[in-house]
């Protein structure tokens, strides 16, 4: 099982990025699937998630209103578009795949099976 996190890069405030995450799972619809992300010195925190169909979405209050998550079950991918970004949102950006209900899933890093290498994101002031 491979996820393969890509879009990352530099980008100023106020800018946007679109990160994608393609997954090699067989049942790729049977996963619910997650963004999360780790600054430096800090540790790993929830982004945001989405149910098996795309039905149900959930963000963290930090980037709420700026971060949608959406995802293609037929491409096998889920992405994460990013638009306001600001210094705080500087991080590698991981994606993970839970084989459960989204809702037991969510912000509970240690519900999800499968995690993806990482794509950094750098956001200049």
């Known amino acids: 099982v491979q996820l393969q996190a890509s879009g990352g890069g530099l980008v100023q405030a106020g800018g946007s990025l679109r990160l994608s995450c393609a997954a090699s799972?067989?049942?790729?619809?049977?996963?619910?699937m997650g963004w999360f992300r780790q600054a430096p010195g800090k540790e790993r925190e929830f982004v945001a998630a989405?149910?098996?169909?795309?039905?149900?979405?959930y963000y963290a209050d930090s980037v709420k209103g700026r971060f949608t998550i959406s995802r293609d079950n037929a491409e096998n991918t889920v992405y994460l578009q990013m638009n306001s970004l600001n210094t705080e949102d500087t991080a590698v950006y991981y994606c993970?795949?839970?084989?459960?209900?989204?809702?037991?899933?969510?912000?509970?890093?240690?519900?999800?099976?499968?995690w993806g290498q990482g794509t950094k994101v750098t956001v200049s002031s």
């Open positions: 993970a795949a839970c084989h459960r209900d989204v809702r037991l899933c969510r912000w509970r890093l240690n519900e999800y099976d499968y």
């Open positions: 799972l067989r049942t790729f619809s049977n996963y619910a």
């Open positions: 989405i149910s098996w169909k795309g039905s149900s979405t």
